[in-house]
Nanobody
Framework: QAQLVESGGGLVQAGGSLTLSCTASGRTFSEYAMGWFRQAPGKEREFVGA????????YYADSVKGRFTISRRNAENTVYLRMNSLKPEDTAVYYC???????????????????WGQGTQVTVSS
């Protein structure tokens, strides 16, 4: 079983950047696809992006494409979410998640993922 811990959230002005990290425990991190989701108050959890275990395939929501970048370092059991050109509508709690099937069933729905972190708050001021 994997335990995921996010970090790097905070308060940033619109147009600024943040990099979130998600570090996993256990020796099987490199076998998992990893996803990032976010949830704003009163809204459903929303897909942000995902990366396969090898890092070769990346998927992004249209709302963040071109602004956010996912990367991973399997040797460090860590996946990153680099967020540029942040907007107030990016304000949310951001979660990382792990999928044991390497996105076999898809990447965008929370139900595809087996393990979740506790989330980290990102607030973008206008």
């Amino acid at each position: 079983q994997a335990q995921l811990v996010e970090s790097g959230g905070g308060l940033v002005q619109a147009g600024g950047s943040l990099t979130l990290s998600c570090t996993a425990s256990g020796r099987t991190f490199s076998e998992y696809a990893m996803g990032w989701f976010r949830q704003a108050p009163g809204k459903e959890r929303e897909f942000v992006g995902a990366v396969t275990w090898s890092g070769r395939r990346l998927y992004y929501a249209d709302s963040v494409k071109g602004r956010f970048t996912i990367s991973r370092r399997n040797a460090e059991n860590t996946v990153y979410l680099r967020m540029n050109s942040l907007k107030p509508e990016d304000t949310a709690v951001y979660y990382c998640a792990a999928d044991k099937t390497n996105l076999r069933y898809g990447s965008t729905h929370p139900s595809f993922y087996d393990y979740w972190g506790q989330g980290t708050q990102v607030t973008v001021s206008s």
